[in-house]
């Protein structure tokens, strides 16, 4: 079965900087997709980037990227000047290419500070 | 507007009562699914539907049955609900790779 772990349960960053949440997974596949996922306060799923395992280009979206490292079996997400409203839980999900369900982490807490 | 809705959003029961939680989807997505949130473990999945007249066991399906009622509604029933069934609970949509999640029904059986 495929697991994704995320080994850092809170994070915290100064507004403007920049943070790094990791995340690693495990699957016996070659087709894949990986996602992230912020669930601020108000307890919505907001997709914040996705990454296509035969793709080598690192996805980006704005202030949000990522360094996915097929080989390792990992898929970090980095977010530039980061803002009050970057503070959110962020879950690492991954899903089979073919398959229907999304397999998520245990979520980190991002706190931001002013 | 558009997405994915949830009823209730919030909901209080006795151990050994029973409750559906409804769920509904206007995109006409085929795949929709039931997910569970505690805390440290993330979004663990209950069962889901890949269309319209199947349903199949997640991760975490004892407890708990569906009924994929039509293409739109997808509902959730705890039929004698225990307290480890407190939770919150997300319903989903699926069209290829966008999965639209409702805003959830926070769960609490005591």
């Known amino acids: 079965a495929q697991t994704v772990t995320q080994s850092q349960p809170e994070m915290s960053v100064q507004e403007a900087e920049t943070v790094t949440l990791s995340c690693t997974y495990d699957?016996?596949?070659?087709?894949?997709?990986l996602f992230w996922y912020k669930q601020p306060p108000s307890r919505q799923m907001i997709l914040v980037i996705r990454q296509e395992a035969y793709k080598q280009q690192n996805a980006t979206e704005n202030r949000f990227s990522v360094n996915f490292q097929k080989a390792a079996k990992s898929f970090s997400l980095k977010i530039s000047d980061s803002q009050l409203g970057d503070a959110a839980m962020y879950f690492c999900a991954y899903r089979r290419g073919y398959g229907n369900k999304l397999v998520f982490g245990a979520g980190t807490i991002l706190r931001v500070k002013s | 507007n558009a997405g994915v809705t949830q009823t209730p959003k919030f909901q209080v029961l006795k151990t050994g009562q029973s409750m559906t939680l409804q769920c509904a989807q206007d995109m006409n997505h085929n795949s929709m699914y039931w997910y569970r949130q505690d805390p440290g473990m993330g979004l663990r999945l209950i069962y889901y539907s890949a269309s319209e007249g199947t349903t199949d066991k997640g991760e975490v399906p004892n407890g708990y049955n569906v009924s994929r009622l039509n293409k739109r509604e997808f509902s959730l029933r705890l039929e004698s609900a225990a307290p480890s069934q407190t939770s919150v609970y997300f319903c989903?949509?699926?069209?290829?790779?966008?999965?639209?999640f409702g805003s959830g029904t926070r769960l609490t059986v005591v």
């Open positions: 989903a949509s699926r069209l290829e790779y966008g999965y639209t």
């Open positions: 699957t016996s596949e070659s087709d894949y997709y």
